[in-house]
């Protein structure tokens, strides 16, 4: 199993974790905030930390944090279904966290036996891995050295991709050109017409007595 080159085993993960009292992560949680604004460039969605890292924070210390010992570890999947993010943006927002010291990760190793079928004799096997548990997070003041730091760049999604345009130009939907939209209210649509022999027949009747043809 993939595990990170900076995990290790951690024996006492006292170490690694620290209890701050509620004053101290309002306090922390206020210079959090004022270096976003800081560093937010104008004209700009986000500085240092983002929207995303502003919100991990906040469930991070108010969601997770064991208020006693300071224990914090939540799992990827369970920050998901606090915060409804996706997992890209959660490694994101908690490594702009890192990147000003607000956030110390110590990734940790632990020994798992696995169960499988073995792909060779197809028998069942079971044997003693190794495999990554979930991260210890510390939280404290933001760094000195935030406020200098380059801003992350964005990744913003290219839309259209290469292949959709090329789709919207063979439709003739640019950004150029406007679909012309139907004026509000209920169109009148014309009678059916009426494709039955019987129903042809009479009509060929009745044009015969006016003095008129159709061609069936």
Wanted: with cysteine.
């Amino acid at each position: 199993m993939k595990v990170r080159h900076s995990a290790r085993f951690i024996r006492d993960w006292r170490e690694h974790c620290h209890p701050i009292d509620r004053n101290q992560r309002a306090r922390i949680m206020m210079l959090a905030e004022a270096l976003e604004r800081r560093t937010k460039p104008a004209g700009r969605r986000g500085g240092q930390l983002g929207y995303i890292g502003i919100q991990m924070l906040r469930v991070l210390v108010f969601g997770f944090m064991h208020h006693a010992t300071g224990l914090l570890c939540p799992s990827y999947r369970a920050l998901e279904e606090r915060t409804g993010l996706c997992r890209q943006s959660i490694a994101r927002g908690i490594a702009r966290l890192e990147r000003t010291g607000i956030l110390r990760i110590a990734r940790r190793l632990c020994r798992q036996w696995v169960v499988r079928i073995n792909p060779l004799t197809g028998e069942p096997e079971q044997y003693l891995g190794t495999t990554q548990a979930t991260s210890l997070y510390s939280v404290r003041e933001p760094g000195a050295w935030a406020d200098h730091l380059v801003r992350p760049a964005g990744r913003r999604a290219p839309f259209p991709s290469p292949r959709q345009m090329s789709l919207l130009e063979q439709m003739h939907l640019t950004w150029k050109h406007r679909l012309e939209l139907s004026p509000p209210g209920r169109e009148e649509l014309p009678p059916p017409v009426s494709t039955s022999i019987s129903d042809l027949l009479a009509a060929a009747v009745q044009d015969g007595a006016q003095g008129t043809t159709r061609r069936l």
